[in-house]
């Protein structure tokens, strides 16, 4: 009976062991949703779709066809989604590289890029992610809650801008190249 035993006990011993390692999550445990999110705008560029050219105009995630050259000054991209999917144009309105909001790194003034729907919370639903504008910061005070005030004048001489408030992952720093606001402050 003992010599039945004891290999019983330590095969049931390992068993245990093997079953307890499967149950432990991952020591590196990456948020796949986040991920994919930035993943799609580090691979794609923003391209005007409506309004090229204009502070107001519509921008869509684009993939680069060509980048310009001594000849010729314009992008050749082909949108991947949005107003314009699937439509290959050549632009010079293009925005080639954004980052993401941090908390406390924003102030007035700025220039962001701002999705157009404004979701609550991340979402895999790419019609979300079709369409964006740019946006000038214009209040800070409620950061802290996720959420920046934005305007959105549609030229040079509009002093009394749309306003809204928008959550900060719905919001993107405009990297290269650099945008500046539209008005001429005194």
């Given amino acids: 009976m003992k010599k039945i035993f004891l290999p019983v006990l330590l095969l049931s011993l390992c068993l245990a062991a093997c079953h307890q390692q499967k149950q432990e999550p991952a020591p590196y445990n990456r948020q796949a949703q986040a991920d994919e999110y930035e993943r799609n ?5 923003f391209a005007s779709c409506l309004n090229e050219g204009k502070f107001y105009s519509t921008y869509a995630l684009a993939r680069l066809d060509r980048k310009p050259t001594e000849c010729d000054p314009r992008y050749k991209v082909t949108f991947v ?3 314009c999917a699937g439509k290959t144009i050549f632009t010079t309105d293009v925005i080639e590289k954004t980052s993401p909001v941090d908390g406390g790194q924003l102030i007035k003034g700025d220039v962001v890029l701002r999705n157009f729907w404004n979701p609550r919370k991340l979402d895999k639903d790419t019609e979300k992610l079709d369409r964006w504008n740019r946006a000038v910061v214009y209040d800070t005070s409620r950061m802290s809650e996720g959420v920046v005030e934005l305007e959105f004048p549609r030229d040079r001489n509009d002093f009394m801008a749309a306003r809204e408030f928008i959550f900060l992952h719905n919001v993107r720093y ?8 539209p008005r001429i402050w005194l």
């Fill in 41 to 45: 705008f580090r691979s794609h560029i």
């Fill in 81 to 83: 989604n949005g107003p």
């Fill in 174 to 181: 405009i990297q290269k190249p650099e945008k500046k606001d």
